[in-house]
């Protein structure tokens, strides 16, 4: 069960501390709020991989190393599965209501996005990638919404880019497995190595030249 949650994905929502630390204003009400922000998301993506490996049972029996996880082994029962995710998004996005209604609504349309991510979209050839970036981006917003401060454009580019760069050389791991005879899963239908090595290469070029305009910026 512990397993599950995937707490070793917590890394990702670090993401939310960067409005904190890029406004230079660290007292203690802001760092406090953004630390149960951090938490809050954390149980809201647990509770969207459970029920992305519920929906990926077969396939990920099919998979080198997904194999294992405790869904796909059986070791842990779908029914438990359920429970675990309607008691973590529970507790999440209520306290998230106490604490700020913007933080209410982007948690509620990251969990609505991820769910309809695990159900169809993630079968759909460049609007999976993109889905995956923009999950970053709003991990950002939920840590702006307890601050007095604004994001800036450059941040949110910059963020964006790096996670499609990232979100795409996951799917190149795939592909490369694909290759190789093991069966993955279908969102690598619409790749091949070809266009996803042409496209990060593309996507550096963008992230370099992205950040050489935000550091000549006024």
Request: charged share 15%; proline share 1%; no cysteine.
């Amino acid at each position: 069960m512990f397993q599950l949650l995937r707490i070793h994905q917590y890394i990702k929502n670090l993401f939310v501390f960067a409005p904190l630390v890029f406004s230079f204003n660290f007292n203690q009400e802001d760092t406090i709020n953004t630390i149960f922000v951090f938490i809050l998301f954390s149980l809201l993506a647990s509770s969207i991989y459970i029920f992305n490996d519920l929906m990926d049972i077969q396939e990920d029996k099919k998979h080198p190393t997904k194999k294992f996880r405790p869904l796909a082994s059986g070791k842990v029962s779908k029914g438990s599965a359920k429970l675990l995710i309607v008691i973590l998004s529970s507790i999440s996005l209520t306290v998230a209501s106490f604490i700020s209604v913007n933080l209410f609504f982007i948690l509620l349309f990251y969990f609505l996005l991820n769910l309809a991510y695990s159900i169809k979209l993630k079968h759909i050839t460049i609007v999976d990638i993109f889905i995956i970036a923009t999950g970053f981006v709003l991990r950002l917003f939920a840590g702006n919404s307890v601050l007095d401060t604004s994001l800036s454009m450059w941040i949110i580019i910059m963020t964006f880019l790096l996670a499609l760069f990232l979100a795409i050389a996951k799917r190149r791991d795939d592909v490369l497995l694909s290759s190789q005879g093991k069966a993955t899963r279908k969102n690598i239908d619409g790749y091949n190595l070809e266009f996803v090595n042409a496209t990060m290469i593309f996507m550096a070029g963008v992230i370099v030249v992205s950040y050489i305009l935000y550091t000549v910026s006024s």
